[in-house]
C-alpha cells in the first residue's frame, strides 16, 4: 500500500491522460464546481445477491453450503443460514441469498403450485356389504273350474293353484363409510417437487 512519502511514476500514456483531462477543465464552464479528489461513493460489496443451487433438507436456523450459479472463479459456494422457510425433505433445487454484513441468508426457494380437492363437511353412511337370501313358494294365482253332470245332477269342482318362488333377505352384514358432502378444489403453494 502506498504511503505519503513514496515516489510517484508518471509514464507517457499517464502524463497523456491528464493532459486530456487537465485541457477538457480548462476548456470547460468555470462556474461548475471544483473536482473532488475524495471518496465520493462509500465502498460497497457488488455481490449481495446470488443466484445458488443447494442439496437435501434445510432446517429453519440452520447453515448450509450453497453453490453459486453461473461462477466462473472460485470460491464458488457460500454458508447460508436460513431462517424462513423449513425445508425438512430432500428439497434439492435453486435458491437465493443476500449478504447482510458478511452473512449470507436464504431469501427464496423455488415454489410449486398443486391443485387438491379439500372437504368442507363429512357424513357417515352404513352400506350393505353382503346379503344371505332364502326361497319359498307363494300362490300367484288360483285357477277355479266347476262342471255339472245333468245325467245325476252332480257338481264337481276342481281347483289349480299356481306358484312361483320369491326370494327374500335372511341376513345381511354392512360396514360404515364416511361422504364428502362439501367439498372445494384450492391451489397451494408448496416448497419441494
Known amino acids: 500500500m502506498a504511503t505519503e512519502r ?23 464552464n468555470r462556474d461548475e464546481t471544483p473536482l473532488r479528489f475524495g471518496r465520493v461513493f462509500e465502498q460497497r460489496d457488488p455481490k449481495v445477491f446470488r443466484i445458488c443451487t443447494f442439496t437435501g433438507s434445510w432446517n429453519i436456523n440452520a447453515s448450509k453450503t450453497v453453490t453459486f450459479k453461473y461462477a466462473t472463479s472460485t470460491p464458488n459456494t457460500a454458508s447460508a443460514i436460513n431462517l424462513f422457510f423449513p425445508l425438512p425433505h430432500n428439497a434439492d433445487g435453486d435458491c ?17 403450485t398443486a391443485t387438491a380437492v379439500f372437504s368442507r363437511a363429512t357424513a ?22 266347476g262342471s255339472l253332470n245333468t245325467s245325476d245332477c252332480t257338481i ?10 320369491i326370494s327374500y333377505v335372511t341376513g345381511t352384514a354392512g360396514m360404515n363409510i364416511t361422504l364428502f358432502t362439501d367439498t372445494f378444489t384450492s391451489s397451494f403453494i408448496r416448497f419441494e417437487p
Open 6 to 28: 513514496d515516489r510517484v511514476v508518471f509514464l507517457r500514456p499517464d502524463a497523456e491522460r491528464i493532459a486530456r483531462v487537465v485541457r477538457a477543465a480548462e476548456n470547460g
Open 96 to 112: 437465493a441469498i443476500a449478504k447482510d454484513g458478511t452473512a449470507w441468508y436464504l431469501i427464496d426457494v423455488r415454489f410449486y
Open 124 to 145: 357417515t353412511q352404513t352400506v350393505v356389504t353382503s346379503i344371505t337370501t332364502a326361497n319359498f313358494d307363494a300362490v300367484s294365482s288360483i285357477n277355479i273350474e
Open 156 to 165: 264337481t269342482i276342481s281347483q289349480t293353484a299356481n306358484t312361483q318362488a
